[in-house]
């Protein structure tokens, strides 16, 4: 097939590069995952035992069915952890490349900060500094349509949901001058 | 006949300009999901949920299924196209579906694919006609064991019959199902698992866990990857159509095969993916030139999709008929069916008749609409990939944080969405599905409730889930489909069975 027919194409000019060396192995995410659930399980293991897991005169007391999957998690996870280790032994996948963790941080970020800026501003502030910041930081998309596209996207979503389905948003100071 | 009266009254139900409105909507928007990078199905409805908060159930239910129906017929798209299946079910699809796009055969192909996904689901969508209203008054004599011994059967064949490794199907839904008992014990009052936190005492809401699950990690796996796509334009005209359609009877027996297996995998928790592959690799077993797939032979892309989606549609049957969903999408819509206070189960189709035949006339006519729909704007949405992600991603973000916020009006929710699509991300990198923790999230309350209710009545006694036949029966099935990996591998020790492989090409 020539290259002449391939009609719709879409470069990506920030994406990331196939060489790029690796962070971390799958495999040790896999252990460090396991122990984490192995903690949760032990924790909200103990939190059922102390709230009651076994039986009194009414039937299973609160804590008694996940108490008993607390120990399913922590059977699971012990397993899962064994088996990491020892497949660690052999080739172990690449989890992330430092190119692709630099993408993931580039939307978690933004994505951590617009719930922050959420808790304080309102949801519609930070929805408007979140799109109209990604388009243009990471999109390299021109200014002016980043801008116009976030206070259309960030209008739009006000009316339906605020005004037309009266779902009620968080808001901040900017909102309350206006009124709402 | 009764079925046939009753949808009737469904279709009466359906059939105002509102609804038909709501339809469109939730097809285009649901094409729309399926044909972006990264998002799908399951991940639609999620999103999308919140706009349906305060419509009356029945318009909601009927704009979510089609978002549904509309991400399954637009994840063809990309899989023909561009070589991406946007779900695991479509990679099958892509096996022959893009060798011939590369033939010139694009308009074929994704006719076959609209096609054969429209005869899938009407063939399941019959069965939960005449079956549905037949289990669920058949469910009605059922006791908390006999609820208990089917939610049990559901673990246990997720963890028996799923492709991943055992061990984190377990971890998987046992997170899920403590997870769903954090907050106040529905029985005693008590507070559990809160560790001190007054916003733990609501619980963790299922659907913000879900939106935070699909949504957010889905953003963070699709930006990881690489975003140039260079792919076939496809324009689909009225001669391409009839010409595929008049084929149609020469693959009877592959669309009647694909359309029971996808019932068979839909209804039991196999899963669209299973089924799919299943599809295909019998096509190609049972084809007398099986070299032939492959290479771009239109019943390479019949036999998944037809078997994806019959099986995407009979989820719906359980849930339904019993309130236990069949895969991780129709989980997501009982979630949103509890949202609006109704019970998925046997009294709904006592208690909700309106609702429920009108749910099922909505699978009907959504169908048919979503099948004249992608067939006639296919160039439009193919070329919604033009859109920069970059520009589709943040509003994504955004969509999901209404979502988790619309629940229950806390902002607390947002920053466990955010856990979660974190849990997500990493989940998905290293195989731990999240169909059962969804799955374990939404029932695990039911189920605890029917287990201490039958403990409770048996005074302790674990026999109650063989006092009976029925519920012995079910009891001793899900044992089996437990350690059905074993067994099988038992069977085929002694020679009595081959082993049964999913993912050949």
Known sequence: MSQTDLEIAVEDPTAPEDDSPAVVSSGTVEIIVCLLLLALAVALGFDNWRTGASWDSTGPEPGYFPFYLSIVLGCGSIYGLIAALLARRAVSETFVTRAQARR?????????LFCLVTQFLGLYVASFLLIAGFMRAIGKIALWKSLLTAFLFTAIMFVTFDIAFDVIMPKGPLEAAFGY | MEAFGLLLHG???????????????????????GVLPGLGGPNGVAILLPLTFTMDPTSAIVMLSCIYWGALFGGAITSILFNIPGEAWSVATTFDGYPMAQQGRAAEALTAAFTSSFIGSLVAVLLITFLAPMISSFALKFGPPEFFAVYLLTFCSFVGLGREAKHKTVISMSLGLLLAGIGMDTVSGQLRMTFGSSELLRGINFLVAVIGLFGISEILLTMEERLALRGHAASISLRVVLSVWKDLPKYWVTLLRSSFIGCWLGITPGGAIAASFMGYNLAKRFSKDPESFGKGRIEGVFAPETAAHASGTA???????????????????????????????????????????????????????????????????????????????????????????????????????????????????????LAPFTLALVLGNRAEDAFRLSMIGSGGDLKVFWSNGLVGSITTLAIVLLFWPAIDGLLVRVGWTQRTGTTSR
């Open chain 2, 11 to 33: 279709f009466a139900v359906l059939l105002t300009g509102k609804t038909l409105v709501l339809m469109m909507v939730g097809l285009v928007l649901g094409i729309f999901v």
């Open chain 1, 104 to 112: 993931v941080m580039a939307v978690f970020v933004p994505t951590l």
């Open chain 2, 315 to 433: 989820a719906l049957l359980p849930m339904l008929a019993l309130g236990i969903p069949g895969s991780g999408t129709a989980a997501i819509l009982l979630g949103g069916l509890m949202v609006w206070g109704l019970n998925p189960g046997p009294l709904l189709f006592v208690e909700h008749k309106d609702f429920v035949w009108g749910l099922i006339a909505s699978m009907y006519l959504g169908n048919v609409v979503g099948l004249v729909l992608v067939l006639t704007t296919v160039p439009i949405f193919a070329s919604i990939l033009r859109v920069p992600f970059a520009a589709v991603a943040p509003m994504i973000v955004v969509s999901c944080a209404i979502g988790a916020y619309a629940i229950q009006n806390a902002m607390f929710d947002i920053w466990l969405m955010l856990g979660f699509g974190v849990v997500g991300y990493v989940f998905k990198k290293i195989g731990i599905p």
